[in-house]
């Protein structure tokens, strides 16, 4: 089985960059689409919750700053969230 660990790793440095403000969410989406092997590595429910949340986040680039019907911070957290259960998830399988 392919170590994902440093990918991991990868997305979440580029999650936090995406955070302080140090990418666009188009940059981040653009990139994170590309984890083709990770995705693969995990049941498909996964990806289809990965894109689902990038998907959200391209639309993000519409809202300049929080709303009530938007907000950029949650969207963040559902991007740790799913980062935190792919990281449980794999460290299960291994």
């Known amino acids: 089985m392919t170590d ?6 990868d997305m979440q ?8 403000g140090q990418c666009t969410p188009g940059e981040y989406s653009h ?3 590309q984890r083709d092997a990770l995705l693969a590595a995990l049941p498909p429910a996964f ?6 949340l990038l998907d959200r986040l391209d639309s ?3 809202f300049a700053e929080e709303s009530c019907s938007f907000s950029h ?3 963040h957290d559902s991007l740790q969230l ?3 259960k792919a990281r449980q998830r794999l460290n299960g399988a291994a």
Request: hydrophobic residues 40%; proline residues 0%; negative net charge.
């Open 73 to 75: 911070s949650d969207l």
């Open 60 to 62: 993000s680039a519409l």
């Open 13 to 20: 440095a580029r999650l936090d960059a995406l955070r302080q």
């Open 31 to 33: 990139r994170e689409r």
């Open 82 to 84: 799913w980062l935190d």
């Open 47 to 52: 990806g289809e919750v990965w894109h689902n």
């Open 4 to 9: 994902h660990t440093a990918t991991l790793h």
